[in-house]
């Protein structure tokens, strides 16, 4: 699949409980950076050149819900909206944003101006050409306050929108912005189809025209989604002729699906990557495929909790943690450790901040130096008369959260610390205690965007109700460093910003960050041309192919 | 037919209140419809949240919502699902419907056709090696858990043997096949759900008919009958069962809400898009119309229900018909 629109201009999606199962999700297009990837079976080249034809059936958990990109939020959506729309500017497979459907840009000096040219033979699926109006169109629709959508706050930045010529625009901010442009990778809409019309009251909801490489062809709810290539695609015509996704909402019913080959795609859960895979038949017609996910979990303190004020109490709590431990037990070694909110793998991840490996009996002394003593012989520590004790809370349905908070337990409690675990449902976990502030430590995840921007949840200011600073982080250094890197372009300097931030991150430890898993997607071995990369491996989709003499079904147009 | 009429005007009332209930009940639920797309959603500011509650009504106080509701009920307007897709609640149901009423009444028809001869020849032969088996076998039934069973089945029948398809309820290639093809290819897919699903419910029907007949052929016209000379088969077969069978004419009552009920679990096992998904998952999202809408189904087919029971039993047994 190529990658998720949405993701361009989310900073970070929500691990929350709808993520807690993409966790586990069928759903392998998420950006996902190539770590020991198996490589494709080698075939000889006579038997491999890439030809057009065959169909290629995903297993996915859940139904699309709607199929314009502009009301979506969920990822099944997000993934079906991928292959129809495209949007000016996309990430490739290092990462950087380049042209789609905007030739060029030209960003101006003072960096408030963003100009697009526009690529020419761009069609949309019924035919008609795409022109700027179009993406004058898109970026009403987003910011009109009648639109029900998720994504309107960075379209809200832009002052002016200027359209110059059928194939040229500007748009014009308020003060420099450096994920602008990643926002312009949201899906483009068809004007000629949706304007004067009702955006929630559009057929195009379930009946979509974009200009991707794959144009809509028949939906059946909760069962399958049927797309087909579009063969006057800007980018040429996609050699896989369709695309079917098929609705199981079972994990393990999907896993017995693909035994039994009529399924080609799915992601693996750890537990099936490691134990039910391993046989010669499975590795016969399925290659497996093992990246690092855009996505990290953490166990949050809530600083204005007495016990959590002193930044020693949380280096020792950390130190505590055996975090291997819980890589290797929760996700059976299908992770890793990771010290700061940015990929372990990627270019805004700095390996140099202070790191606190597990070690108890210096997290003992640490405690220690913050008063913390065990003076009453309970085995507990204690403070002022009080015990250390707190409970962690964490949402329902995600059972790699609960079991490596069962884990903290038993590591904290080697130290002297009494925890208890609390498991809720997933609306009350926010609005009673996640908003409320009413927790001590929680253990969340956030997902890692493809933009290093993280002021929403750092920022000193975000911390009102419903906002994301939640555990409510205060660090003027921090507020600075973060407005500087997203008002500034160059990447180098950005870096720079972004790597003093997690220096301060780390030292802090407001979170204990735990952990990053892998996305572990297998597919079926008859496709060929799939090439791992810093992205994931959906970035070049349509480049993926099934050779004749392989190709398994003829496609009844 | 007096009586029939008082009885449905007793029921809007009452259908009335329950729509009460569960509108408050729901509405105390934490969270609501916007919570999924806006909470913990970077994108998300103030101004935003806003402009989706108010495009939602959810600004409003919940008894405005609720007679706001309640109005464009009585017009028969399900009104409009609160999820991302927007569509009418009464679409959304319809297409579910059907599947979910097939399996059901397929179900019905094989616990029924299966626990009744196992329940008279178990009362029959009380404590005999047939009633201990079976009841055996169906206590198992009773126990296992479906998920487990359901996997377990598809293995053997689906992966192993490849008899069965292993889950949805129709092929890929469904619409090309003709029409004798396609009635064929969803009889193979529901050969699974049916089986897994009836063999839970075997047990309690089939100990209820069991109860029911041993009461009955103990009552002293069951020894007339015998003591007349009539055979054994006459006995048990005219004269016992017909008795034994009038209670279940309350539990058939009973199942007509059912019927449009899915289990989560099951659906979820199978990959059935039915209506315990589309609950379960409306529930989740908070999307208020669609949980509305399907109580409001299921109350007032629980309400026929009772009135279909009623009616029949007047209908079957004379001693409790209503004189005018």
Not at chain 1, 193 to 211: A, F, H, M, Q
Not at chain 1, 445 to 466: A, C, H, R
Request: aromatic share 12%; net charge neutral; with cysteine.
């Amino acid at each position: 699949m190529r990658i998720n629109k949405n993701l361009f201009v989310i900073i970070m999606i929500i691990l929350g409980f709808l993520a807690g199962c993409n966790d586990k999700s069928a759903q392998t297009e998420n950006p996902v950076k190539g770590h020991e990837t198996k490589e494709p079976t080698p075939v000889p080249a006579a038997e491999s050149k890439p030809a057009y034809g065959d169909m290629i059936i995903i297993g996915s958990i859940g139904d699309a819900s709607v199929l314009l990109p502009v009301l979506a939020s969920d990822s099944a959506s997000g993934d079906i909206n991928g292959l129809i729309y495209n949007g000016l500017v996309r990430y490739d497979r290092d990462i950087n944003l380049i042209g789609e459907l905007a030739e060029k840009w030209e960003i101006s000096e003072d960096k408030l101006t963003i100009r697009f040219f526009l690529k020419k033979d761009v069609k949309w699926h019924d035919g008609k050409p795409f022109t700027s109006k179009d993406v004058e169109y898109t970026y009403k629709v987003y910011v009109d306050p009648k639109t029900p959508t998720a994504y309107s706050t960075d379209f809200l930045r832009v002052k002016e929108f200027r359209v110059l010529d059928d194939y040229t625009l500007e748009v014009v901010y308020e003060k420099p912005y450096a994920p602008a442009l990643g926002s312009w990778g949201q899906g483009m809409l068809p004007r000629h189809l949706l304007e004067g019309v009702d955006i929630t009251e559009s057929p195009l909801k379930r009946n979509p025209v974009g200009t991707g490489p794959y144009r809509f062809k028949d939906w059946t709810t909760g069962e399958k989604i049927i797309l087909d290539s579009f063969h006057d695609y800007f980018d040429g015509r996609p050699y896989i002729d369709r695309v079917m996704t098929r609705i199981i909402p079972d994990l393990a019913t999907m896993f017995l699906e693909l035994k039994a080959l009529s399924l080609d795609q799915m992601g693996l859960t750890p537990l099936q990557y490691v134990r039910q895979t391993d046989t010669k038949w499975f590795k016969d017609n399925f290659n497996k495929y093992k990246y690092l996910g855009f996505g990290y979990s953490y166990l949050g303190y809530n600083l204005q909790d007495w016990k959590f004020r002193d930044q020693r109490v949380r280096q020792a709590l950390t130190t505590a943690i055996n975090r291997e431990s819980i890589v290797q037990g929760v996700l059976l070694g299908l992770g890793t450790v990771t010290d700061t909110p940015y990929k372990p793998d990627s270019f805004w991840y700095n390996q140099n901040v202070t790191k606190f490996p597990y070690d108890p009996e210096k997290a003992k002394e640490m405690l220690a130096e913050a008063g913390w003593k065990d003076t009453d012989g309970d085995g507990i520590l204690d403070k002022d008369g009080k015990p250390f004790e707190f409970t962690i809370i964490t949402n329902h349905g995600n059972d790699i959260r609960k079991n490596a908070a069962t884990i903290i337990q038993r590591d904290l409690k080697k130290v002297g610390v009494e925890v208890k675990i609390r498991v809720i449902e997933w609306a009350a976990f926010l609005k009673n205690f996640i908003n409320k502030r009413n927790f001590e430590a929680c253990l969340l995840g956030w997902g890692i965007g493809v933009d290093p921007n993280q002021i929403d949840i750092w920022n000193s200011k975000k911390t009102g109700e419903n906002e994301l600073n939640f555990v409510n982080f205060q660090n003027p250094e921090v507020d600075r460093l973060l407005d500087l890197g997203a008002s500034t372009y160059d990447k180098e300097e950005r870096k720079k910003y972004y790597d003093r931030f997690q220096e301060i991150i780390a030292e802090e430890q407001p979170y204990t960050f735990l952990f990053v898993q892998y996305s572990l997607p297998t597919i079926n071995s008859r496709f060929h041309g799939i090439e791992p990369a810093p992205i994931g491996i959906g970035y070049n989709f349509v480049k993926w192919y099934v050779p004749k003499a392989l190709q398994k079904y003829t496609i009844q147009p | 037919m007096r009586f029939l009429i008082k009885r449905i005007a007793l029921m809007i009332p009452t259908l009335i209140g329950i729509t009460i209930i569960s509108f408050a009940v729901m509405k105390m639920a934490p969270g609501d419809p916007t919570s999924l797309m806006t909470d913990l959603n970077p994108n998300m500011n103030e101004e935003a949240v806003k402009r989706i509650r108010a495009h939602y009504g959810l600004d409003q106080p919940w008894h405005v919502q609720y007679i706001k509701w309640l109005g464009n009920m009585v017009a028969l307007d399900f009104g409009k699902s609160f999820a991302a897709d927007n569509r009418p609640v009464l679409d959304k149901i319809s297409e579910r419907i059907p599947i979910t009423i097939l399996i059901n009444i397929l179900s019905l028809i094989l616990i029924f056709s299966v626990s009744i001869p196992i329940g008279v020849f178990s009362a029959v032969k009380q404590d005999s090696l047939f009633d201990r088996v079976s009841s055996l076998i169906v206590f198992i039934g009773f126990a296992v858990p479906t998920f487990w069973l359901a996997l377990l089945l598809m293995i053997l029948f689906g992966v192993k043997l490849d008899w069965l398809p292993i889950s949805g309820f129709r092929s890929l290639n469904y619409s090309y096949l003709t029409p004798l093809g396609q009635i064929l290819d969803i009889s193979k897919h529901l050969v699974l759900p049916i089986f897994v699903s009836a063999f839970g419910g075997l047990a309690g029907m089939s100990r209820y008919m069991r109860s029911n007949m041993l009461e009955v052929i103990r009552q002293d016209y069951i020894t007339t009958a015998r003591a007349k000379g009539l055979d054994e088969r006459t006995v048990i077969f005219k004269h016992a069962l017909r008795n034994a069978l009038l209670p279940l004419i309350t539990i058939l009552g009973l199942s007509v809400p059912g019927l449009i009920g899915g289990s989560v679990i099951f659906e979820t096992i199978f990959a059935i898009p039915g209506m315990g998904q589309l609950f379960y998952q409306s529930v989740m999202m908070r999307d208020y119309p669609t949980i509305m809408g399907i109580l409001v189904i299921g109350a007032a087919l629980t309400l026929f229900g009772n009135l279909l029971a009623d009616l029949l039993y007047s209908w079957a047994d004379p001693r409790i018909r209503v004189s005018d």
